[in-house]
């Protein structure tokens, strides 16, 4: 039933020192079911749409006589669960799947029992368990579905036994008396709420007023052979132990032809007394005294809502305690006592009747002396909750006694004799209530306890509670009432384990030690987190920054280690692995940065849990002394972090040449920028910054003199970041150009001595196709009198672009499976050597909440600039049109070995000068993406793994994406942007990226995922997936399951595969029904993207909105469809 909630078994520490290649992430365990709160009670988790059954199921749960009689039912009767696919056995799958649910909510230690197994005996699919259905004829149609289950077993009347009663009809002729009666069955009571104050009033209305038959509308009597007056009247025969009262909140509006669920105030009491309805009424009052145990409770209106239910616990099971209990303030006896007899309409009559000297009074007078007694009428305070007065009377029969024309009322005799010692009783009762709410003076379980119990969650409440579910839009739908009389044996109280099977107990007993251990695994495999151990006298400090000596395999180790363990265990847990260590330990934290690995804080604090210290998961820890590595001493911190520059300077020889040298150079943070002349060996000169923002392209700054001292991160200079270094010496060897503008690279310098070929027009050349494609380039070349070596050959592919160059020079044109009539193109660009990549960086960042802190780099509606900054026009999506494609900055090209990893391109791509104007912290901070169509496509996941391991190919472009944070997705996480629909709007919030494991990739766990990331009801929300192409969105609340022939189980599709194909950064649409109903997901964009695709992706969110505003003052915004009833039922095998 549970499976295995844990793939692997982790031990607390454990070690490896491979870093890096062929790493694999931990595969992220399943999390066990939580054990049950304070309130020691079970809940049941919602399936999606399953909360009236849930309702349903606890109070058949919480009806101890109903759960008993199941459990009564052996395997000898039932067939066993073991034996449901045989098809020569006769197994009673529903009965015993109660049965086993039942046990799982009185023993199993989890917060919410699931409710799958039952469903599938139902033969629902998934329709049925998404689908709200009316718990009224749930409970119709479970009680028949048992009903058939156990027909030739020994529990075959157990329904009709518990539930059964039958109404009698009777037409009495005014003539000669005759009595014409027809009997009817019931499992549950219907009673009208419209136009009634409450229970008591109903049952009135059915079971003691008449209806006369008279006038025109006389009766047949078969008697008398004639139309005659008679009185028709209905009473209650025969009363089941077990009462169910349906109440009639929706109604049909025929003037507006529409459903409406009725909200009026309805009455009903926690006691109720059935005798004035009844037959027979010669027994005594007891035997027809019922109390309310169960209230099923319905929020919303007629199309949609919730339910949950409030239950007695009748055997005291849970643990009834108020969180938020306030200590009550003294409370004085005649107060109390006043106070309990105004609220108490019957103690108030008893008292003025019992005052009369002859014992009767007129029920006229009766009422002015109850004006004058408490100060206000009874129509004022009493007919809304217990009707007239003269009504109240006569429901309480066995106290009054009125006169044959209802216009006197007395007091029973042995009521006028016990009126006098109500007070006292009353004093009694109140003494009670006291030292009942004091701790030590009585026991608090003898009390009522009610619970609510709302799908998974079970939250203590008060009786008084109740009250709040007589009216509004949340309130009683179906009412539960047991009889007085029925008590539960001493042996039953708080004892979970009472009459369960033994071998219910045994299987309950044996998950619970299963859940148990799974739990303590769960919590030690989820503390558990991966160092990198940086051994100092494996590294030498280089340039600025650590480096390791030899390999990085061999100078870092990995350790798997407790992160609720404290920072001593980790240095001891250490020393153990470093037998060869000697001298002090000192752990710290240390990064990687583009010019190496920095260390930026030391750990102190042995007592301290790594939790505590905030260390995380993958980070790197430096091993060493705390003082040197390599007789070197190690500047630590973040002001000293080093930074890698790009110097530009004139070469060093002739002074005639003009031409600039570019030197990556490592410079402390914290260092005066003026070191800079010192580490290139020059005396003095000026130094320009990169000013990349600036209109019309770059240029550069010059740095005064005074402030050569300021350091490099006060001067705003970051990774990446390029300076210009001019020797002020020499005014003739100036670096400016002739339109003013300063030369940046040496590439500027070469493009402007080469003479222009771009006017050359194709030509045909004929070779023969066993040359190779070194001969072949050669022909080229000398065709078009071009010399060098710094060109190369790609095939024009079917859309007339060029495609792959072709790598191979010595391969025969055939060999690379070349045809007559193909094109080759020749383009300028020696080809990387074998194993080296040319990747092109964009940036890509998308609108939203996280998007990183930055200087402006461009206007959102700039075009492309001459220099190909931008290849991408769109307009970036806002609120209420994100879903607009996001354009991409072209950042410049990285050429960087196959062998590379992914961290390291980061790292690469973070040098690049048109990235020095973002505050990157790390590799780690950036999301990287391959390029589809101007789009990310597929995510690259692992900074460790090694750029051949991706299949990038040479013409592989990457868009980088900022983070807040760091981020390590594992093997089965899927990264989506979802987008909150904004009610009342068709448009939708700013995307948040939510990570989703899609394990089971299944819609119930997705739609689950973004009911935990929103804090919505899971009930409470609608989700689709959008296709940007075809600007359509697919619901996935819709969702299918098949059933194979077989075995009858069900085979759940994955939102990966059709119709959904969901990968890495979809864009999922989430809908609020507590908000909004409509069942529309889509957009005006959409509507106009449908129409004429192209104006729909050029089209303008301001020109949207005025042109939705116009269509809707236009025309009406059509109701909301509803969706078609489905009716339900459950499937039962043939028992007979």
């Excluded at 931990?26 to 709160?37: H, S």
């Excluded at 917060?111 to 033969?123: H, N, V």
């Excluded at 004929?766 to 050959?793: R, Y």
């Amino acid at each position: 039933m549970f499976g295995d909630l844990f793939e692997e078994d982790y031990s607390s520490v454990s070690t490896t020192n491979q870093y890096g290649k062929g790493k694999e992430l931990k595969a992220k365990p399943l999390e066990p079911p939580a054990p049950r709160e304070f309130t020691n009670l079970s809940g049941i988790r919602n399936q999606g749409g399953t909360c009236y059954l849930n309702s349903l199921l606890q109070t058949l749960h919480f009806t101890p006589e109903f759960r008993e009689a199941l459990f009564s039912l052996g395997p000898e009767e039932l067939g066993s669960l073991e034996e449901k696919d045989n098809p020569d056995a006769k197994v009673r799958i529903i009965p015993l799947q109660l049965q086993r649910l039942f046990a799982q909510l009185l023993l199993l230690d989890q917060e919410a029992a699931s409710t799958a197994d039952l469903t599938d005996s139902f033969g629902w699919t998934s329709n049925e368990e998404m689908r709200q259905h009316d718990v009224q004829e749930l409970n119709r149609i479970l009680f028949s579905a048992l009903e058939t289950s156990l027909v030739g077993t020994s529990g075959h009347d157990l329904i009709n036994r518990l539930y059964h009663g039958t109404i009698v009809n009777q037409i009495v002729c005014k003539e000669c008396k005759n009595v014409s009666e027809k009997q009817e069955d019931f499992l549950d009571l219907t009673v009208a709420v419209k136009n009634v104050t409450g229970l008591e009033d109903a049952l009135w209305n059915m079971y003691v007023e008449e209806e006369v038959f008279d006038c025109d509308n006389l009766y047949h009597c078969g008697s008398c052979d004639r139309l005659v007056k008679a009185a028709k009247s209905a009473k209650l025969r025969k009363l089941p132990p077990f009462l169910t009262v349906s109440l009639l909140r929706f109604n049909f509006d025929f003037v507006k032809c529409e459903r409406y669920k009725e909200t009026s105030c309805y009455t009903f009491p926690l006691r109720i007394n059935l005798k004035p309805f009844c037959e027979q009424s010669q027994l005594d009052d007891l035997e027809y005294m019922y109390d309310l145990f169960s209230v099923i409770i319905h929020k919303g209106g007629c199309y949609g809502g919730h339910y949950h239910v409030y239950i007695k616990d009748v055997d005291h099971l849970g643990n009834w305690q108020l969180q938020e209990e306030k200590s009550k303030p003294d409370v004085n006896l005649k107060d109390l006592q006043n106070e309990e007899e105004i609220d108490d309409p019957l103690m108030i009559l008893k008292t003025i009747l019992s005052q009369e000297e002859s014992n009767l009074i007129l029920v006229d007078l009766l009422g002015q002396k109850f004006l004058k007694k408490i100060g206000i009428s009874w129509n004022k305070k009493y007919r809304k909750q217990y009707g007239p007065l003269r009504k109240f009377l006569q429901l309480h029969s066995q106290i009054f006694l009125l006169s044959s024309d209802q216009s006197k009322v007395s007091l029973l005799k042995n009521s006028s004799l016990q009126a006098e010692s109500d007070l006292q009783r009353k004093d009694q009762q109140i003494f009670k209530t006291l030292t009942s709410e004091s701790p030590g003076l009585n026991d608090r379980t003898s009390c009522s306890h009610w619970f609510d119990i709302n799908d998974s969650k079970v939250q203590p409440i008060e009786e008084k509670d109740i009250k709040q579910q007589f009216q509004g839009k949340e309130s009683a739908y179906m009412l539960f009432y047991r009889k007085s009389q029925l008590q539960r044996p001493p042996e039953a109280r708080a004892n979970p384990r009472y009459r369960v099977p033994c071998h219910l107990l045994n299987e309950m007993d044996a998950a619970n030690i299963e859940l148990q251990t799974k739990r303590t695994e769960y919590d030690s495999t989820n503390n558990i987190f991966e160092l990198h151990l940086h051994l100092g006298p494996h590294y030498h400090f280089f340039n600025g920054a650590l480096h390791p000596v030899v390999s990085q395999t061999e100078s870092v180790w990995d350790l798997t280690f407790d992160k609720r363990k404290t920072l001593g265990d980790l240095r001891q847990s250490i020393f153990q692995l470093l037998e060869f260590w000697e001298g002090d330990m000192v752990l710290s934290v240390a990064k990687f940065v583009p010019a190496g690995l920095h260390i930026y804080q030391t750990l102190d604090g042995d007592d301290l849990t790594l939790c505590d210290i905030e260390i995380a998961d993958e980070e790197d820890i430096f091993v060493w002394n705390g003082v040197e590595v390599g007789g070197i001493q190690i500047p630590t911190g973040i002001d000293c972090e080093p930074l890698l520059l790009n110097v530009l300077h004139p070469a060093t020889g002739s002074e005639e040449c003009r031409q600039l040298v570019e030197s990556p150079l490592v410079f402390p943070a914290n260092a005066e920028v003026g070191t800079v002349f010192t580490a290139l060996a020059i005396p003095g000169g000026v130094i320009f910054t990169s000013n990349t923002a600036s209109v019309g392209g770059e240029s550069w700054t010059a740095i005064p003199k005074e402030d050569l001292k300021k350091t490099f991160r006060e001067q705003g200079l970051r990774n990446g970041s390029s300076i210009l270094i001019q020797d002020s010496s020499n005014d003739n060897n100036s670096l400016l150009t002739k339109q003013g503008k300063w030369i940046t690279t040496v590439n500027e310098v070469d493009w402007v001595q080469v003479n222009n070929l771009c006017q050359l027009e194709s030509e045909e050349e004929q070779v023969k196709i066993s040359a190779t494609v070194n001969a072949c380039l050669k022909i080229m070349l000398e065709k078009f009198g071009l010399p060098g070596d710094t060109w190369h050959l790609r095939k024009m592919d079917w859309c007339y672009e060029a495609g792959e160059p072709l790598c191979e020079e010595d391969a025969t044109l055939k060999e690379l499976m070349l045809c007559s009539g193909d094109t080759l193109l020749l383009t300028e660009g020696k080809l990387p050597s074998p194993g080296l990549l040319n990747v092109p960086i964009w940036w890509y960042q998308p609108p939203g909440p996280k998007s990183q802190g930055k200087r402006h780099l461009d206007q959102t509606n700039c075009t492309p600039s001459q220099g190909g900054v931008w290849r991408a026009t769109s307009t970036p999506g806002a609120a209420g049109d994100v879903h607009a494609d996001v354009p991409l900055r072209y950042l410049g090209d990285v050429k960087i070995s196959e062998d590379a990893t992914l961290g390291e391109l980061k790292a690469q791509a973070m040098t690049l000068p048109s990235l020095s104007e973002f505050f990157i912290p790390s590799p780690a901070f950036l999301r990287a993406w391959t390029v589809d169509s101007k789009r990310p496509g597929r995510l690259l996941r692992k900074n460790q793994q090694q750029l051949r391991e991706y299949k990038l190919g040479r013409r592989t472009e990457i868009c980088l994406e900022p983070l807040q944070k760091e981020e390590h997705l594992g093997p089965q996480d899927m990264l989506l942007r979802t987008q909150m629909r904004l009610p009342g709007e068709r448009a939708y919030a700013l995307p948040m990226d939510m990570v989703w494991d899609a394990a089971r990739g299944t819609a119930s766990s997705l739609r689950q995922r973004v009911a935990d990331f929103y804090s919505l009801p899971v009930e409470k929300i609608e989700i689709a997936k959008y296709f940007p192409d075809k600007f359509e969105w697919l619901p996935v609340s819709s969702w299918n399951q098949q059933i194979t022939k077989r075995k009858k189980k069900k085979k759940q599709d994955n939102l990966q595969g059709a119709p959904y194909y969901l990968k890495d950064g979809d864009i999922i649409g989430i809908k609020n029904l507590l908000v909004e109903e409509d069942d529309d997901f889509s957009t005006v964009r959409d509507d106009i993207g449908r129409e004429d695709p192209a104006l729909g992706k050029r089209k303008s969110l301001e020109a949207l909105r005025v042109q939705s505003n116009s269509l809707l003052s236009s025309a009406e915004t059509p109701g909301r469809p509803h969706r078609p009833e489905a009716s339900l039922s459950i499937h039962v095998g043939s028992f007979r």
